[in-house]
C-alpha cells in the first residue's frame, strides 16, 4: 500500500476529448481510399473528368466514414459523416482559391527581378525584356489612394452607423437606405461621377479624384459592416454608462467603440477590400503615369491601371508584367489585411 | 431508478412529502438513510482541472450517492463551476483546457476514449445560472427540445410536456399558454423551465450552477421545493453560494477554498455535521459567514 502523498504531486494535464492519432491516421486512409475509388471510377466507367472525380469523391467520402465508424452507433456516424462533409466542402473551396493563387505566383513570378519593386516604368517600354522596369510606381500610387481613401472613407463610414445606431436620429432610415442603395453602384460609375464632378471642374486627372472614387465604393461596405458590429454590442453596456452619468458622446466613444474596435478595423479591411482591385473608378479619375509620383494633383500609377494597360499591349513580355502586377497586388492587399489584424489584436488586448 | 436497490438492508420509505413540510424534512432524511447511500451515482477521483497554464482545481476526489443532494459551497472563484462543468463534460469546450483523473459515472470513466459525451450530456442533465429558453421556441417546445435535439421519437408528446412542468413546480402557471415564447415567462419561471427542459431527457443525474442566483425568494423556494423532490428519482449536485440554500435542500455538502493556488476541496460531509459541526476551522468559518 502508497501510504496517502502530500498533495504536491500534479499530474500530466491531458486533454482526452482530443482526436487521437489513430483517429487522425484513419481519416487519412479514409480520405485517401475515396480519393483512389473516385479516380478508379473516372478512369473505368463513363463518368469521365475533373467533374466526375469531385462527384465520385462527394459520395465517396460520406459512405466510407459512415461504413467506418456505424460501429460506434447511429448517432456517431452521423455526426462523422457530417463533419465529413463540411470537410469535404472546405476543401472544395479552397481549390478555386489555391488554383488562382497558384496560377498568378506560377505566371507572375516570371516578371520579378532584382528591381521588380524599386524600379518604375518611366524609360522602359512595357515590351522590353523583363529586366528592366518594375511596379514601384504603381504600389506607391495604390497605396497612397486607398490610404487617403481610407482616410475619408473608415471616420466617415462609422460615423454614419453611429449616426444610425447610436444617434437614431430623424433620418437614420434613411441613411440606412442610401448606404444600402450605395452599395449597388457599380465602380465604372462611382468613377464617372467622380469625373463629372471632379476631374473637370479641377481641370484633370489626379490622385486625389482617385481616391475620391475610392471613397464612394468604400463608404457603404464601412458603414454598413460598422452598423452590424455596433448592434451586437449588448445595451447593458450603454445603460451602465449612462448610469454613471455619462454623455451620449462620452458613452458612444470611450463605451461602445472600443468595445468592437476590432469589428470596426475589421469593417476597415472590408471595405479596403472592396477598392483595393478595383480598375474601372481609375481609369476616369487617376488614369495612369509612368513614374513614381506623389504628387496628389497629377496622375498616378495604381496596380490594377497597370495591370490593365499592361495586358492590352498585347506583347508577351508586356502580358507578363501584368501577372507580375497581380501578385503584387495580392501581396498588398494580404499585406494591408495582416497590418491591421495585428493592429486590431492590440487594440482589443488593450 | 426510482426503486431502491435490492440489496440495501433498509429501505428508504420516505412518504413523498407535501409541499410544505418537505424543506423541514431534509435533515431527518440526512441522518436517516445515510448507510443506504453509496451504491451508484457519481465519483470524481483525484480531479484536476487547468485552463491554459493556470491550475483551477486541484485533486478533488469526491463521491455522490444515487438519489442525493449534494451542495458544493465555497467563495468565488473556488473551481466549484469549473468542477460541476466537468462532471458532465462541459469543460472541454473552454479553449485550451486540460483535465486530470477520473470521473467515474456507473463505476465507468466519462473521460476515457470510447464514451461518447453527447450521451453522457443526455444522462448527465445540467441547468446554468441565467435561465436560457431557447428563444425561437415556445414553452412546451422548450420543454421537449433535448429530445428533439436528441431525434428521440416521443410517443405522447403532451403527455410528457405536463409531467416534466409538473415536475419542476410550472405546471399549474403556464398549462394555459403552452404556445407562449419561453421567454414571456419571469425569470423564476424560465428557469423552472429549464429544470423541466433537462427533466425530459430522463437524466440520471442533474447538475444545477447556482440556479437561484437571479431568482426572487419566491421562485428560489419553488426550485429548491423541486430540487428536493427531483432528489427521489435522481442524483443532484448543485452549486450555491447561498448557505441557508445548502442547508435547505443538501444531504451532503461540499466545501471548495483556493489559497490563491488552485482551488481545492477542503471538506465533504453530511450537510447537517457540515453546518453543525465542521472538522475544519475554514469550513466553519466559510458556514458562518465569516470570510468568503
Redesign the interface.
Known sequence: MTTALA?TA????????NR?RQTVVRSGILVLASLAISYGLTETTELGGILGFYLGLALCLPVLVFAESIR??W??AV?RVAASVIVAAFGAVLIPWASIFLTVYRKGSKAFHAGYLTEDMRITPSSDPLQFGGVAHAIVGTLIMVLIASAIAVPLGITAAVYIVEVKGRFAGFVRFLTQAMSGVPSIVAGLFIYATVVIFFGGFSAWAGALAYVILMLPTVARTAEEVLKLVPDELRSASYALGASQARTTFRVVLPTIASGLVTSAILGVARVAGETAPLILTASYFVATSTNLNEPIASLPIYIFSSLGLGDDNATTRAWGGSLVLLIVVFVLFALARTLSTRLSRK | MDTPDSNSTEVISTPVPTETTVIEDRTRRNADNLEVKGGGGLETR?L?A?FNKH?AL??VSLHFPENTVTGLIGPSGCGKSTFLRMLN?MH?FIPK?????EVLFEGRDI???DV????IRRRIGMVFQKPNPFPAMNIGENVIAGLKL?KIKVKDKDTLIEECLTRAGLWKEVKDRLKAPGGSLSGGQQQRLCIARSLALQPDVLLLDEPCSALDPGSTLRVEETIVQLSESMTVVIVTHNMQQAARVSDYCAFFLSDGGPG?LVEADLTTNMFSNPRDTRTADYVQGRFG
Request: hydrophobic residues 30%; aromatic residues 8%; proline residues 11%.
Open positions: 498533495p500534479v499530474p500530466a494535464q491531458r486533454r482526452p476529448w487521437r460506434h452507433g448517432n456517431v455526426d | 483525484g484536476h487547468w491550475h486541484a485533486d463534460r472541454e483546457a486540460s483535465m486530470a483523473g473521460y476515457a476514449t461518447n459525451p453527447i450521451e436528441a481545492r
